[in-house]
């Protein structure tokens, strides 16, 4: 679905034009192997100690590139908060209230029926849901 090794990864940024710097690369990777959907703060948090030279302004540009370049899509979760995911397809994500993890939701985009848009074409779907995740309903009820 997405490139995971340092070499695909390269190969990846290489050919939607994006020089493969030791930084982006990592983020990119930082990306693929956490599908936490992490925000610019916890990315920085993670790897900024590998990359003495990382900046918090280079994980936001680098951010806004991936995103520029159809290879990252942006969430917006709660209020102004965004996080990052390199899974570029239609999915649907759920946060748990009780452990604040994201979760994606495969769509079915094509099986949809929205009547409202009979003969449109749809490009982007966001959708979002909350509640609380079955391994937290398992730990209330015990
Ligand atoms: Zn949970
Ligand atoms: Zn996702």
């Given at each position: 679905m997405y490139p995971k090794s340092i070499e695909d990864i390269k190969a990846h940024l290489e050919l939607k034009g994006?020089?493969?710097?030791l930084q982006r690369v990592k983020i990119y990777q930082y990306l693929s192997e956490n599908k936490?959907?992490?925000?610019v703060d916890e990315i920085y948090l993670d790897i900024g100690n590998d990359l003495v030279t990382l900046s918090k302004t280079t994980v936001y540009n680098t951010l806004h590139l991936f995103v520029e370049k159809g290879i990252a899509i942006p969430i917006h979760?709660?209020?102004?908060e965004v996080r990052y995911d390199?899974?570029?397809?239609?999915h649907a994500h759920f946060k748990c209230q009780e452990c604040g993890r994201v979760y994606d939701v495969e769509l079915d985009v094509a099986s949809m029926n929205f009547k409202e848009l009979d003969g449109f074409q749809i490009d982007e779907l966001q959708m979002f849901m909350r509640g609380i995740c079955s391994e937290c309903m398992k730990k209330t009820s015990n």
């Open positions: 994006i020089k493969p710097s936490s959907h992490p925000t979760v709660e209020g102004n390199v899974d570029i397809q239609n």
